[in-house]
């Protein structure tokens, strides 16, 4: 009987090791069909997801109190599963080179607890080569055994994007692939379990993993051309909203727009396929352009604050500056690698201490990320200069009203706005004689 039987007729268990915005939605979708161990080294999470609650809110607190996942800190219960999906994060350092330390990691708690006969599959997006460089030689030293002999491996790499309750994990088609055809096999039949669009199968592990980090550096790269048409666009006092929304007219437009490239992924994942390139002699001329671009499109956007607020006749040093939003993206709770910092950083070099509201956000996380402590909407008064810089669905249901009361007492020429997201009806806002600006 095959593994993917036994784990079908409820014989062996899948294991979960990260249960972050990626692993926590896969293990509740198994345990529909399958026992699912849920494994995270975060205690504090563990306590709060055996209480029914989702602290990332991924898939909610109700999905989480009727899951069967079995939820642990303690390593050892992996020993009773034979199906191991590793999906914890893989950042960059400072120098923005790859940091493999939790993969590395989540390698040898498995490999600890690795018996015969299991498949191990990574979904933590790396370069090509290191689930068979590097995490194989980790598995076989810490367990004892021989890969491709005494257990098999595998590739998946996530496809899920975090706060999207449309493109959900089974409507995703999912890149599987295997140490042999066998584990492409086994792995293919899992993952069919949940994954309601099917599967891709790669015709090896590399594959798999160079497929995963081109198509997040070619989202990047198409984002980068957009902001420097924003940057160049904004010295031509061309409104770049009207310039994308007259060009996507056409049927074959790519539909991308400019903005803060940020998250665990499209800001991030660029830099391991560079590494990688480098490595083999490479220097990249487009991807890097493209990451160079991105990265500095905070410190435009603060510049773009400060011009405009030179420019109604705000002291710089003694405005009241409100940014909405600090997570990476709309409608989620993430604050990883929020490109939101940036601006905040730039405007301090200016002596500005901007007011941060996010009510998505975790006031822990931003604190402890950013340093930044969370203000409510109800207690900002008397701002010189709004900025929409997230666009969720709290700041986008405001009503010009609502966005005024925020402001202090004074005409509203001196009252600046910021649309980093183009949520706002400009010809409203103008109108108004607000002094507005959007990237």
């Known amino acids: 009987m095959s593994l993917y039987e036994k784990i079908v007729n409820k014989e062996e268990k899948i294991s979960l090791v990260g249960l972050g915005y990626v692993g926590m939605p896969i293990a509740v979708a198994f345990a529909k069909k399958a026992n699912v161990i849920g494994f995270d080294l975060n205690k504090v999470k563990i306590e709060q997801f055996k209480k029914g609650i989702d602290p990332i809110n991924e898939v909610g607190d109700e ?28 950042p960059v350092n400072a120098d923005k080179t790859p940091d493999l330390s939790p993969v590395e990691g989540a390698s040898a708690i498995v490999g600890r607890n690795l018996t015969k006969g299991s498949i191990v599959v990574y979904e933590s997006t790396v370069y090509p080569g290191v689930t068979e460089d590097i995490c194989i030689p980790i598995l076989e030293k810490e367990s004892g055994l021989k890969c491709g002999i005494d257990f098999k491996i595998g590739y998946s790499p996530e496809r899920i994007n975090p706060g999207d309750k449309v493109h959900r994990l089974e409507n995703i088609i999912k890149i599987v692939s295997g140490i042999d055809e066998e584990t492409l096999e086994e792995v293919a039949n899992v993952y069919e379990l949940v994954i309601e669009a099917g599967v891709h199968k790669a015709s090896s592990i590399k594959v798999a993993e160079a497929a995963k980090v081109v198509e997040n550096s070619q989202r990047d790269i198409n ?3 957009m902001n420097e048409l924003a940057m160049v666009f904004d010295r031509m006092n061309i409104d770049t909203n009207e310039v994308v929304e007259a060009m996507n007219t056409k049927w074959n437009a790519l539909k991308f727009y400019p903005g803060l490239v940020g998250g665990h ?5 660029p830099y391991y396929f560079v590494y990688e390139a480098e490595k083999l002699g490479y220097h990249s001329q487009i991807i890097l352009s493209g990451r160079k671009i991105n990265d500095g499109m905070g410190s435009f956007i603060a510049d ?18 409100v940014i909405l939003g600090i997570t990476f993206k709309e409608n989620c709770p993430d604050t990883r690698n929020s490109k939101v910092e940036d601006i905040i ?25 950013y340093g930044v402590e969370l203000v409510s909407i109800e207690n ?5 200069c709004l900025v929409f810089a997230v666009a969720h669905e709290e700041f986008k249901s405001m009503s010009l009203k609502q966005i005024d009361m925020l402001f202090g007492n004074f005409d509203n020429s001196e009252k600046v706005i910021i649309d980093v997201k183009s949520i706002l009806d400009k010809p409203e806002i103008e109108n108004m004689g607000y002094s507005f600006w959007r990237l």
């Open 223 to 225: 984002i980068a051309f």
């Open 304 to 321: 773009a604050i400060i011009k405009k607020l030179i420019l109604a006749n705000k002291v710089v040093k003694q405005a009241k500056v």
């Open 345 to 369: 950083k730039r405007l301090n070099e200016y002596d500005i201490s901007p007011i941060v509201v996010d009510p998505q956000a975790s006031a822990i996380d931003a604190k402890r990320e």
């Open 380 to 384: 900002v008064r008397d701002a010189d």
């Open 63 to 90: 999905a989480i109190q009727q899951t069967s996942v079995e939820f642990t800190s303690d390593e050892n219960k992996l020993r009773e599963a034979k199906f191991h999906i590793i999906a914890v994060p893989t």
């Open 265 to 269: 992924c499209i800001g991030v994942d």
